[in-house]
């Protein structure tokens, strides 16, 4: 079978998907590259012109090559020609499950969770629900009607996309002013509600390696502004990235439970990030992703290297198990 990274996407995160592409590459030197533009066509791609493409978070990537067509008709010729995708994707169609259905559809090889663990993950508020019943915790969820009220009992709220990823459009509301102002978002996007919880963030790979499920070593995160958002995670040379986290060795472990529980309850696949908030006496799981950040900058792969494992063994793995999806 023929590995062939897909990349891009039509969504917010075409950019971090880039470079998650540039690794991929480095890893699978004879990958064929498929990039899936804005305007939803999929392309072949140069290799040379991926490699040499500098500033991916900040930058767009030119067109380089022959229109293979819709994201339907990629897929299609996939089948027909018996190749994996290697998924360097991130949000959109890629994790709500619609690019996964697709795939399961046709039979086709590709990394990442399945179609239902992918639009569990992707919707926070549901994911939330799955994982609490499970007996992890995590921060109340607040609604949008009772904002004023939650704003004066807790004095903080955090505000974040229902289906989003990369910290995209998280905001903090602080004052009435600020809620008012937020309200206008709101209409445009779903959003979630939550107290702000003062702590350190952390985050926990999880892993399918050699027949096993395990949990990568926690990083913890310390942005140089006290926010983890988009541009901290990429562009910020300020952000401190601890790994493996300097909490001790019984908050890791939690950590790495909670993490391994989460990922077995969406019921995901190959691989997986939960993100926390770490506080003096308790741990709070705030979110998955079912196709975590695989750039040089990115959290997943600095865990995969404290553990010991080398990023190209880890994607060789992924592509066996893609492999093995339809054996049954």
């Known amino acids: 079978m023929r590995n062939t990274i897909l990349f891009g996407g039509v969504n917010r995160e075409h950019l971090v998907s880039v470079a998650s592409a540039q690794a ?17 066509l999929v392309h072949f791609f140069n290799r040379g012109v991926l490699m040499s493409h500098e500033r991916p978070f900040e930058v767009e990537l030119p067109i380089s090559g022959e229109s293979i067509g819709t994201i339907e008709a990629a897929i299609d010729r996939a089948r027909l020609e018996e190749r994996v995708l290697v998924l360097g994707l991130h949000g959109g169609m890629a994790e709500n499950g619609q690019l996964a259905a697709l795939c399961e559809d046709r039979r086709v090889s590709f990394t990442g969770s399945g179609s239902a663990a992918s639009r569990l993950a992707f919707d926070k508020v549901a994911t939330k629900e799955a994982v609490a019943k499970a007996g992890i915790l995590t921060p109340p969820t607040l609604s949008v009607e009772s904002a004023t009220h939650d704003l004066v009992t807790y004095g903080k709220l955090v505000a974040k996309p229902i289906a989003d990823g990369s910290s995209y459009g998280l905001l903090f509301v602080k004052s009435l002013e600020e809620l008012k102002e937020f309200g206008e978002a709101v209409h445009n996007e779903a959003y979630l509600f939550e107290p702000f919880i003062a702590g350190i963030e952390a985050t ?3 892993l399918e390696h050699n027949g096993k499920l395990i949990a990568l070593l926690p ?8 926010v983890f958002d988009y541009a901290a995670k990429y562009l910020s040379p300020g952000t401190n990235e601890i790994c493996p986290a300097s909490f001790g060795e019984k908050v890791n472990s939690t950590l790495q439970a909670m993490a391994l529980k989460a990922h077995s309850t969406i019921g995901a696949r190959g691989y997986s990030r939960s993100d926390f908030i770490v506080t003096a006496d308790q741990l709070f799981f705030l979110e998955i992703n079912s196709l975590p950040g695989l750039t040089k900058a990115s959290l997943f792969p600095k865990e995969l290297a404290a553990q010991g494992i080398a990023f190209a063994e880890f994607i060789q793995g992924q592509i066996e198990l893609a492999v093995a999806r339809f054996d049954n």
Do not use: Y
């Open 24 to 40: 991929l590459a480095e890893a699978l030197p004879d990958a064929d590259l498929w990039f899936w533009n804005l305007d939803g």
């Open 204 to 206: 926990c790979g999880v």
């Open 219 to 226: 990083a913890e995160i310390r942005p140089a502004d006290g």
